[in-house]
């Protein structure tokens, strides 16, 4: 390539962080009657769909069951879909045959990290536990991400843990779920920032609208006024560099379109140089997940 030729190159726009799902009420028990536009399959045809009418190059799948055979799903999906870069599968991390069962899954290129719904677990200290951690450290030089997802109570042990493990690479999921329905900006706000400190963490700029109150006001929920606050916080923390931008389509038509959530966040970030613009929206995902 030559210089002109490299100093034009365009960076390919990422969604970092979106789902799908062959729909069934049993395995998706979380999806309720408040829910219903996600009661239907949403496949890979679904997606290009979306991604073309937000002009999205590329994506990152995300698990939303925790089962090996989603993750197998997931994963002959993307092989079979050049749009879908990467998944970030499940496994059973906590479980004393976790490197084993990884084995299964060398040699599947698409695989860039695992995810366990923390935020879920009855345990409220989960992500402390010995046998959790245990697990952890042998994702050290494997190249893979492991996701963070939990709310905004669980960031004091969220801190904890990732000191645990400064060699590994972490993903924070929707910024960590703030209490964005009741306008509460603390203590999420001086947690974040604390988190942010740690620069082997990245943040997902998605789920926000979920957080917000999607059931009565769904146009206020996606709205820059109302998710403002939010992202100010989460740059100051992060920084442009650390940040990514995510859908989490299709949950997010809860609130708003998939075009729409784009279109906000590039409204909100217009002020920001061209190469912070592009790093946001496709480039940090690149790097950090080896696209």
């Given at each position: 390539m030559h210089l002109n030729e490299a100093v034009n190159a365009k960076v390919e726009t990422i969604d970092a962080h979106h789902h799908l799902w062959s729909y069934s009420a049993v395995e998706y028990g979380w999806i309720d009657e408040d829910m219903s536009v996600l009661r239907r399959d949403y496949?890979?045809?679904?997606?290009?769909?979306?991604m073309a009418s937000a002009c999205i190059d590329g994506t990152v799948a995300v698990q939303a069951r925790q089962t090996l055979d989603e993750t197998?799903?997931?994963?002959?999906?993307?092989?079979?879909?050049?749009?879908?870069?990467?998944?970030v599968g499940w496994a059973p991390i906590a479980g004393e045959e976790f490197?084993?069962?990884?084995?299964e899954?060398?040699?599947?290129?698409?695989?860039?990290?695992?995810?366990?719904?923390?935020q879920d677990e009855p345990d409220e200290h989960y992500i402390l536990r010995e046998d959790f951690n245990s697990g952890i450290r042998t994702l050290v030089d494997s190249g893979l991400v492991y996701e963070?997802?939990?709310f905004e109570r669980h960031l004091e042990d969220a801190i904890y843990f990732v000191d645990e493990h400064p060699r590994q690479p972490f993903v924070l999921d929707h910024i960590a779920k703030p209490l964005i329905a009741a306008g509460q900006l603390e203590p999420w706000a001086a947690r974040m920032r604390e988190l942010g400190q740690r620069e082997n963490v990245w943040c997902k700029l998605s789920g926000m609208v979920m957080e917000a109150d999607w059931h009565t006001d769904p146009v206020r929920a996606s709205s820059l006024a109302t998710l403002k606050p939010y992202l100010d916080v989460v740059v100051e923390a992060f920084g442009p560099s650390r940040l990514?931008?995510?859908?989490d389509w299709p949950v997010c038509l809860l609130a708003t379109e998939y075009a729409r959530w784009f279109e906000l966040l590039h409204s909100y970030f217009a002020g920001f140089s061209e190469a912070e613009q592009s790093a946001i929206f496709g480039g940090t995902a690149i790097k950090v997940y080896g696209l």
């Open positions: 496949l890979p045809g679904d997606l290009k769909a979306a197998r799903w997931l994963l002959d999906m993307a092989d079979a879909t050049d749009a879908i870069r990467g998944v490197p084993g069962v990884m084995e899954f060398d040699g599947r290129a698409k695989l860039k990290g695992l995810r366990h719904v923390i963070i997802l939990i990514m931008a995510g859908s």
